[in-house]
């Protein structure tokens, strides 16, 4: 064969597509089973993730009067390709991330983003009054987390001079953990990361004792389970991606696993451990506390770097 | 040609059946519709739902919107202000969704039967797959309701295999 098929396979089944699909579905029964735990349940099945997905997909799609079918039906694709892509760039299971280019970091985090964004699109788009809320909040949201959590990331990007992934991960290889002296930074990540996942204190967007499921609230079947793939899939990337940053980066299986898996029992225990905020807490703590805490982050390490080096 | 699925051996259409209909089983998720309870009922399926009966580890989860569900878990008769609701709600959910019947009220009426505002039980107004009699019925009671529709589709399966 003359074609080459490894950009295809690297799409497909590792990392992007299968593996972190695979993952994605993991990763969402270990923290719901350690949640679970801390509740002093006995929490899902291993496989329930799965159960739930294939479920969703063999269900009927309901499309709601007052839709644009259009946008209803491509906005999860649109969400789940970008986090499959997002996935491209990140050094996932420890080995060195397919595809990288200068500025990924920036790319990676808009992918991300762009997950939240077709969610609220998708709320926006249905004339539900359930879904507007909820789209409202998830935007709202949107714009409060992102940019501390953006400055966040950037802190060790600007120790190791480069806003690539594949570089940032190797230089902090084999230091101290940037969690201990960037332990502002670190705090606002992983609070940024919750954000972003929407995890418990910050679930104002889909708070189901408020308003139904949120922006979600019109989806069934097979858009739910695309929408719910995408959220599992930004878990692993978005926790990936701060135990590279923070967490002395990721430098083979082992170290991904424990790594990862270490900093998602953290997650998992603020999100059993907090109530949830309302959506003008949630901005007015993003904004008041996150974004300072970042920014003095931010200018701790860019004082020190000239002063240092 | 156009019709791909009919082209698949009889095998893999078999084994993704089998496929959806296990993850059906391993993952009801419920919506809960009060049509006239005294409240009896819903205390007791909120009971069910807490940590010390943990239904999650059934996959049985509490979901706020219609269209996510698959069990709609009723209680109470239905009355004439609930009927056109009840009604809305079961056409809200995507198929294949099931119904649940909690209390004597929802299965006949129950001490409301023959009252001048109420229709009676569930069945009167939307198809039920599962009653649970009791005044109210205990959360192992509404477990054990769940366990047996979910049973029942198991049981659809094996007589689908040897028929
Ligand atoms: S069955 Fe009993 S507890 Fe339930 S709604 Fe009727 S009267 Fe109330």
Redesign the pocket.
């Known amino acids: 064969m003359s074609m080459d098929i490894s950009p295809l396979l690297k799409m497909l089944v590792f990392p992007g597509g299968l593996t972190l699909i695979a993952l994605g579905l993991l990763y969402e029964y270990i923290d719901r089973k350690l949640v679970a735990r801390f509740q002093n349940r006995v929490g899902p099945r291993v496989l329930q993730p799965l159960a739930d997905t294939i479920k969703l997909l063999a269900k009927e799609e309901v499309i709601p009067a007052g839709v644009i079918p259009l946008f209803f039906v491509s906005l999860p694709i649109i969400a789940m390709a970008g986090a499959l892509t997002a996935g491209l760039y990140i050094p996932l299971a420890g080995f060195a991330p397919s595809f990288s280019l200068p500025g990924d970091l920036i790319i990676t985090v808009f992918l991300l983003g762009l997950l939240t964004i077709c969610i609220g699109l998708a709320g926006a788009n249905t004339a539900d009054r359930f879904s507007l809320l909820g789209a409202t909040r998830t935007l709202t949201q949107l714009f409060s987390y992102e940019a501390p959590f953006l400055l966040a990331l950037l802190c060790p990007a600007i120790l190791a001079d480069s806003w690539q992934i594949s570089i940032v991960d190797t230089s902090v290889t084999g230091h101290v953990w940037l969690a201990l002296p960037l332990f502002i930074g670190f705090f606002v990540a992983v609070i940024g990361l919750m954000g972003k996942l929407e995890l418990a204190p910050f679930d104002a967007p889909e708070a189901e004792s408020e308003i139904v499921a949120g922006a979600l609230t019109e989806y069934s079947g097979r858009g739910l389970a695309l929408f719910r793939l995408g959220k599992d899939v930004e878990l692993v990337i978005g926790i990936t991606l701060v135990s590279a940053f923070y967490l002395g980066g990721l430098s083979n299986p082992l170290e991904f696993l424990l790594k990862t898996l270490g900093l998602l029992v953290v997650v998992a225990a603020l999100q059993a451990l907090f109530a949830r905020l309302r959506i003008d807490q949630v901005v007015g703590l993003w904004w008041r506390i996150g974004a300072l805490l970042a920014l003095l982050q931010l200018l701790i390490v860019v004082i020190l770097k000239g002063v240092i080096l | 040609m156009s019709d791909v699925p009919a082209g698949l051996p009889k095998a893999w259409t078999k084994m993704l059946e089998g496929l959806k209909n296990w993850s059906r089983i391993y993952s009801p998720w419920a919506i809960h519709f009060n049509s006239?309870?005294?409240?009896?009922?819903?205390?007791?399926i909120l009971a069910t739902l807490t940590p010390r009966y943990d239904v999650e580890r059934f996959g049985i989860k509490l979901q706020g919107s219609p269209r996510h569900a698959d069990v709609l878990i009723c209680?109470?008769?239905v009355t004439l202000q609930a009927r056109d609701r009840l009604k809305r709600v079961y056409d809200q959910m995507p198929d294949p969704k099931f119904v649940i019947a909690?209390?004597?009220?929802?299965?006949s009426g129950?001490?409301?039967q023959g009252c001048y505002n109420v229709v009676g039980g569930i069945d009167q107004v939307i198809p039920v797959n599962a009653f649970i009699p009791?005044?109210?019925?205990r959360p192992e009671a509404i477990i054990d309701g769940v366990v047996k529709l979910l049973g029942s589709l198991q049981q659809k399966k094996v007589a689908e295999k040897t028929g």
Request: proline fraction near 12%; aromatic fraction near 4%; hydrophobic fraction near 20%.
């Open positions: 006239g309870s005294c409240n009896g009922c819903d205390i007791e209680t109470g008769p909690v209390g004597s009220c929802a299965t129950g001490v409301f009791g005044c109210p019925p």
